[in-house]
């Protein structure tokens, strides 16, 4: 007899196809903070605007406002005063360089978890239209495990974690797909999850550090992780940084630029496989908050 979340999972699924657009849902992640990943999201999101794609990147992570400090750019809302002061969309909607537009997620993003329905129901509606807006979703999620990282993750379609040399950065990516295995919602069938090796020596040092975790995932998780490839070190990173201007915009030239360029391209050639009712920010949405519709 189906259970009363797989009868729910299956409405959300028809419910889907009839949402569904050619928007494209990233999720970007890391185990641990200070891998880099907000790096990865907005150089990601440049490269795919020099591609002619429309990018929005919704900043995720509530604790640190990683993306508004790296462009340089004070949003005046965030998503707070669109669930709570009566803002709409195109009010906290935030410019950056070369056409990328942010949201900043704010203290909003720790209040998702206590919305009622009818609070979702607005949420979802006015985020829907995005789809309008944008060819790319980047969601740049907190780093570790909390329960709003984890909602976002498990609903999206693909998922790009960052990862770095350290033992503590793997050992943290591994807890994290862990603990994305081990959430109710989680369908391994249809979970596409990437791997980037951040700050590497060396394009051997990047493989071997996939192999290193892809190889204990299947062995423990039973998941396969995809190689998307290297962002090696770089100090032209760390000036962009510090000018608060993405390096594939000040330093088209840098050798991390061009690994951002195959990264961002070897994106846009994946993605196929991804199932019809998962595509487009609106099913993404009702994902995340399928427990509170």
Do not use: C, W
């Amino acid at each position: 007899m189906m259970d009363q979340a797989e009868n729910l999972r299956n409405i959300i699924k028809r419910q889907n196809q009839k949402d569904v657009t050619n928007a494209r849902v990233i999720a970007v992640t890391s185990g641990k903070g200070g891998v880099g990943k907000s790096s990865v999201s907005i150089n990601l999101a440049i490269q795919f605007t020099k591609m002619g794609k429309k990018v929005i990147i919704l900043d995720a992570d509530f604790g640190l406002a990683n993306i508004e400090v790296m462009f340089g750019v004070i949003p005046k809302y965030n998503l707070s005063d669109l669930m709570f002061s009566g803002k709409e969309l195109k009010d906290i909607i935030t410019d950056g360089p070369e056409g990328v537009r942010f949201i900043s997620g704010g203290s909003g993003i720790a209040k998702l978890v206590n919305l009622d329905k009818e609070q979702v129901k607005r949420l979802v509606n006015k985020l829907s239209e995005l789809e309008n807006m944008a060819d790319i979703i980047i969601i740049d999620t907190g780093a570790g495990i909390s329960p709003t990282v984890m909602e976002f993750l498990v609903a999206s379609p693909e998922t790009i974690i960052v990862t770095t040399p350290e033992p503590t950065s793997i050992t943290d990516s591994y807890a994290l797909l862990k603990a994305l295995t081990m959430h109710e919602n989680f369908r391994k069938s249809e979970a596409r999850i990437k791997m980037i090796a951040n700050r590497v020596s060396s394009e051997n040092e990047g493989r071997n550090l996939y192999e290193k975790l892809n190889m204990v995932v299947m062995k423990f998780l039973d998941i396969n992780i995809e190689y998307l490839g290297i962002i090696p070190q770089d100090n032209n990173i760390i000036k962009a940084v510090m000018k608060q201007k993405p390096v594939s915009l000040i330093y088209p030239n840098a050798v991390s630029t061009r690994h951002f360029e195959e990264i961002s391209e070897r994106i846009m050639n994946g993605g196929a496989d991804i199932p019809v009712y998962r595509r487009g920010i609106r099913g993404y949405l009702k994902s995340v908050f399928a427990k509170n519709l």
